[in-house]
């Protein structure tokens, strides 16, 4: 056999093994399962789904607020409801700071890893800073990319195969596939910033269409933001240049040799791969059909459409005098809630002291200030529990466009228990 024929094989076998670790076999593997998970229907989850987390998870990114005795434990992750990320290797990684987010609690930042099938890190922490700005939440982006994932990858795990299988300068020129894959990649998350930044609807504060960055460091309103590359894109630069690597080796071998026929070993190799190709298609497809990947998709789509306005009325342009009256009251405004703050910090000894829960720091703070004292958002300082209790209920009943993308996935018990701790920042 030409030596090239041979290296061309071995070098497109090792892109394949890559492709099969780092992708298909956790991406397959894991299907499904979080919408199972936010189904209630864990009983219907694999048994294998839950040690292959566990063993792909190992060094991975585990939010700050996880228990230790938790971490990498897929079935315990799922009892105390902590935030489960896809196991396939992370391509990139978006991480945001801001003066709400201290290095010493979080000296990472609010991490998002982005993988081919979804999402992990603090998605849900940056979900409320996006909705704090007026962007969708991040499960909105390449949402039927994401869907077709696992078929694409087991397609081009497929192609690879045809390439060690035959030797034929048409099946070669396939290769293009997957040395292009790492900009594919790099195309479609470029698109979907782009259409995040510029799908903006009515947030806390209001800025104008943007790109967010896609490599480097920016800044979006008083947030500071990183984006730069993790381990699996470096793997899909090495599978790019092992199999542009076979492509010229396997290009050259047949230049100086004519394409032979094929025999019945290389036929009956194929028949075995395209068999178990088309099984694991099936079964990613019969996952989707039991979890409704479809209408979930739809749910969600429905769910990010901004709402129109039916009419819009004008108001007169506010003279000097009453800017200045304006500007004014705010003034008075501002440094009647600085006081308020200081009294309160002064009642719990420090500001270090006057604690709050993770629940209202992810999703109140924000908006309404450390203690309820305001912000961009009215401030909170001063409702009872039933009145807090009874917006919180009106604003997911109406799916108030403020406030359902952090109360959608509330219980009714997580609600009473964010009413109850409210209605502890007394009027003063």
């Known amino acids: 056999m030409n030596s090239n024929f041979f290296m061309a094989r071995i070098l497109a076998a090792v892109a394949l093994a890559l492709l099969l670790y780092g992708f298909i076999i956790p991406s397959v593997g894991f299907n499904g399962t979080l919408e199972r998970i936010k189904d209630g229907k ?6 294998y789904t839950y ?43 978006f991480s945001l700071e801001a003066p709400n987010y201290p290095k010493e609690a979080f000296p990472q930042g609010l991490p998002v890893y982005i993988h081919f099938d979804g999402l992990s ?73 782009y259409w995040f930044g510029h799908n903006l609807h009515g947030g806390a504060i209001t800025i104008k269409p943007f790109m967010p960055v896609i490599l480097g460091d920016g800044k979006v309103a008083q947030f500071t933001t990183h984006a730069y590359p993790v381990i699996g894109f470096w793997v899909l630069i090495a599978i790019s240049i092992l199999s542009l690597l076979a492509w010229w080796l396997k290009s050259r071998a047949l230049k100086n040799q004519p394409s032979k026929k094929a025999t019945p070993l ?21 996952t989707d059909m039991e979890v409704d990947t479809l209408g979930k998709i739809s749910k969600v789509i429905h769910a990010s459409k ?41 009642r719990a000894g420090s500001a270090g002291k006057f604690k709050v829960s993770p629940m209202y720091k992810s999703n109140c703070a924000p908006c309404h200030g450390v ?12 409702l009872s529990k039933d009145a807090m209790l009874e917006k919180i209920l009106e604003y997911k009943t109406n799916e108030d466009e403020m406030h359902i993308a952090v109360i959608e996935y509330m219980s009714e018990e997580d609600m009473e228990k964010l009413a109850e701790e409210i209605a502890q920042f007394d009027a003063l």
């Open 51 to 93: 040690p292959l987390w566990n063993f792909y998870q190992k060094g991975r990114y585990i939010g700050v607020n996880t228990p230790q005795t938790a971490r990498y434990n897929l079935k315990k992750m799922i009892e105390i409801s902590e935030e489960i990320g896809v196991p396939s290797l992370p391509v990139w990684n």
């Open 266 to 286: 290389q036929h009956f190799i194929m028949l075995i791969a395209l068999l178990i190709a088309a099984g694991t298609s099936a079964y990613v497809f019969k």
């Open 121 to 193: 890190g603090e998605v849900h922490e940056m979900n409320t800073i996006n909705h704090y700005v007026g962007m969708a939440p991040m499960e909105r982006g390449g949402i039927y990319e994401i869907a077709l994932v696992p078929y694409a990858l087991i397609a081009l795990a497929m192609l690879l195969v045809l390439f060690i299988v035959y030797d034929n300068k048409w099946i070669s020129r396939l290769m293009v596939v997957p040395i292009l894959l790492p900009f594919l990649f790099v195309g479609f998350y470029g698109y979907w910033l």
């Open 306 to 346: 901004p709402t129109v306005p039916t009419a819009i009325i004008e108001t007169p342009e506010p003279t000097a005098e009453q800017k200045e009256a304006i500007i004014q009251e705010r003034e008075e405004q501002r440094k009647e809630q600085e006081l308020k703050v200081k009294a309160l910090e002064k």
């Open 371 to 382: 203690s309820g004292e305001g912000n961009v958002g009215p401030k909170l300082v001063g």
């Open 42 to 47: 864990v009983e219907a989850i694999p048994s």
